[in-house]
């Protein structure tokens, strides 16, 4: 897998036509690093907090969506927005496959692009964008300030054809789950912790009824399956309509480790929920994480700053989209 991710990155270097910043004179690449626009764009991490603190304000569902941005777009072998790109005549977008089902909110990270482009144009790439308002929509939800490196750049093509095999499915098992992060160095605990995303947001009906119709999955707290099929009336539920459950019924808009005395409790909506909480690799990190924030906290910040260091573009590789949901035109 890393020859052919080699490759693919040596043929997009071959093909993007970069914008030379000035440390790549002296044809070194600094890779990622700490404040990479300190010179470029010094307000560029500010523009990008405030506009997440604006946007989170309005639409509180937005830091959902950047938390679940990273996942998407860094697990699937490079953190480099190309979830972002819009189809064309001749390839789907990776926002528009399966697995991305749900996935919205992206015109909000087009509001913070334009933000930092008025202010510094050209200078500032859109999988840095991606990956700090994930960091910082993570702060508005209560979890907890990750420092993040910068200095990616964004790749030219959408990976819709590879994404079913890095991004797991709900009903994988918990050993394809555990592999595919694993394949990204992140560990037991940090898939633990990162499965603890689900304390926040929704999940929509299309992915719970087949544990409720024909007949409900006898693994679910019968406390709980009285609200599941409330809010999950039709064994067929029109994927279009607005029809879901809330991962957390009792904080459900706060990232926190209650997610996993839920899933103690018999009370994760998906398969790889009531996995995590009875398989014998995960079941004690999960009692670890529901006695202690502290201790999710900690390995959720590490994944996280794993996850977000996959295999990114630097140095003169890629580009630096003019608009994140299409390449730039060369000629």
């Known amino acids: ?17 970069s914008l030379r910043p000035a440390f790549a004179e002296n044809g070194e690449d600094p ?8 010179d470029t764009c010094p307000q560029a991490e500010d523009i990008i907090r405030e506009q997440v603190k604006l946007l989170y304000k309005r639409h509180k569902n937005t830091a959902f969506s950047w938390l679940r941005n990273i996942f998407h777009d860094c697990a699937v072998q490079s953190c480099d927005a190309s979830l972002l790109l819009d189809s064309t005549r001749r390839t789907l977008s990776e926002k528009e496959t399966d697995r991305s089902f749900g996935l919205r909110n992206f015109r909000y990270l087009d509001t913070i692009k334009e933000a930092v482009e008025r202010e510094c144009p050209g200078a500032v790439s859109c999988a840095d964008i991606l990956v700090l308002s994930a960091r ?18 964004d790749g030219r093509k959408s990976r819709a054809e590879v994404v079913e095999q890095y991004l797991p499915d709900h009903n994988e098992s918990i050993s394809v789950v555990l592999e595919r ?35 409900v999955d006898p693994a679910l707290n019968p406390s709980h399956v009285e609200h599941m099929l409330y809010k999950c009336p039709d064994q067929i539920p029109d994927p279009k309509a607005v029809q879901y459950v809330r991962n957390d019924r009792g904080t459900p808009m706060k990232l926190d480790n209650n997610y996993y ?17 009875t398989d014998k690799r995960t079941k004690p990190y999960v009692k670890k994480m529901a006695k202690s924030q502290d201790y ?24 630096i989209r003019k608009q994140c949901n299409v390449a730039n035109k060369h000629h």
Do not use: W
Not at 136 to 153: M, N, Q
């Open 31 to 38: 890779g990622l690093a700490m404040n990479f626009y300190k």
């Open 261 to 277: 005395r839920n899933i103690l409790d018999n009370k994760g909506l998906l398969i790889v929920d009531h996995q995590l909480a």
């Open 181 to 215: 992060f694993g394949a990204m160095g992140i560990d037991t605990p940090g898939v633990v912790s990162l499965l603890g995303a689900h304390s926040v947001g929704r999940t929509h009906c299309v992915k719970l009824v087949h544990r409720l119709y024909p007949e």
């Open 136 to 153: 910082d929509g993570i702060v508005a939800l209560g979890g907890p300030y990750i420092p993040l490196k910068t200095g990616r750049r």
């Open 296 to 319: 999710f906290f900690k390995h959720f910040s590490r994944a996280i700053t794993i996850l977000s260091e996959n295999n990114p573009l630097t140095g003169t590789k890629g580009e």
């Open 1 to 17: 897998m890393a020859a052919k991710s080699l490759f693919f990155f040596a043929l997009l270097s071959f093909s993007a036509v």
